[in-house]
């Protein structure tokens, strides 16, 4: 009922059902040693279950089932909280230890200014290190959709101190973050503070560039959380600077609509998600790439079919391509 071992609630069914049973009464009606019997009232005591008698000062009685009831859940969530903690400060001990461990391997070293860091800790604290050291200009490439609200609480203070100090933020979303209030709101903030936000229906893999010098990118970017390079190397930054360039130039400022092609009357979502089908890929990778939902691919490929009046994919790709959409 309580949570307690078998013989410890018996001793406290007892003792409800007679509050003036001793030691000696509640062993001859549970048929249990003195011993037990004195264990089991040492921990109903500790559990505050049992207190001293005001009337009976040798004697204890036993609390009403909905008060042990609230004082044995108060102790279940501290325990519970407590474990979290140490659960935590257990999980960052880890990270820390394995970062630490990885430096010691040849290819998990720092070599001719290249830093391979592993797990989510390393990276984040990497990246606050970077933020700080920060005097110029941050390139940031986001791509993936709308971002979660954790991720977001967690750049806002580095990126509001960044813009205090002058810094240029110049981040590039992909186009669905539009529809993600979160994102969309705090990509809004950021243009009000004097960063640059625009956005794209298909981005390079997730990048940020530090003052021109040092980048930092995934080293699997289909799962960010593995790892990541940060490197200072000339060579990479200034391929990964030129990347960054090539799709800015072509994405569209946040405040600005996204125009439909006056010929075709596309947008810009729409006329890469038909690329991206005709090159073969599923519904479900296309909705990887444009940062959507499969829900949403199929609705957008829905209303392409119907403006094309096709009954298949294989249709709407030949009247695609005769229309020139292609």
């Known amino acids: 009922m309580l949570g307690l071992d078998r013989v410890v609630e018996a001793v406290y069914r007892e003792m409800l059902r007679d509050p003036d049973a001793g030691v000696a009464e509640l062993c001859a009606q549970l048929t249990l040693p003195e011993s037990t019997v004195r264990e089991a009232l040492d921990e109903l005591a500790d559990l505050t279950i049992a207190r001293e008698s005001l009337f009976h ?7 009403e ?3 042990a009831l609230e004082l044995m859940l108060l102790r279940q969530e501290e325990e519970l909280a407590r ?21 010691l391997r040849p290819e998990a070293a720092a ?9 989510v800790e390393a990276i984040q604290a990497k990246l606050r290190v970077l933020a700080k050291e920060l005097q110029g ?15 977001l609480d967690a750049s806002r203070p580095l990126d509001a101190e960044a813009l205090g100090r002058g810094v240029t933020l110049m981040t590039l979303y992909q186009d669905s973050v539009r529809n993600d209030p979160a994102t969309l709101a705090y990509a809004q903030w950021m243009t009000d503070a004097g960063g640059q936000v625009r956005t794209a229906p298909v981005l390079p893999p997730r990048i940020l560039v530090f003052d021109r010098q040092v980048a930092v990118l995934p080293i699997d970017p289909t799962d960010t959380r593995r790892g990541a390079l940060c490197t200072r190397e000339q060579g990479i930054v200034a391929a990964l600077l030129a990347l960054f360039q090539q799709a800015w130039d072509t994405a569209i400022p946040l405040g600005a609509d996204r125009q439909r092609e006056a010929d075709t009357g596309l947008n810009p979502t729409e006329k ?8 073969g890929l599923t519904d479900e990778a296309a909705g990887k790439r444009l940062g959507v939902s499969l829900r949403t691919v199929r609705r957008q490929m829905a209303a392409l079919m119907e403006r094309l009046d096709a009954t298949s994919r294989f249709e709407a790709g030949l009247k695609a391509a005769q229309r020139g959409w292609l």
């Open 57 to 63: 000062p040798t004697g204890l009685r036993v609390v």
């Open 65 to 67: 089932p909905p008060v």
């Open 83 to 103: 474990r979290q903690h140490d659960l935590a400060s257990q999980k960052t001990a880890m990270a820390r230890a394995v970062a630490d461990c990885a430096k």
């Open 111 to 119: 070599v001719r200014g290249s830093e391979r860091l592993v797990g």
């Open 137 to 151: 200009e941050c390139l940031a490439v986001m791509p993936g959709g709308g971002r979660s609200q954790e991720s």
């Open 272 to 279: 890469e998600l038909l690329k991206l089908l005709a090159t």
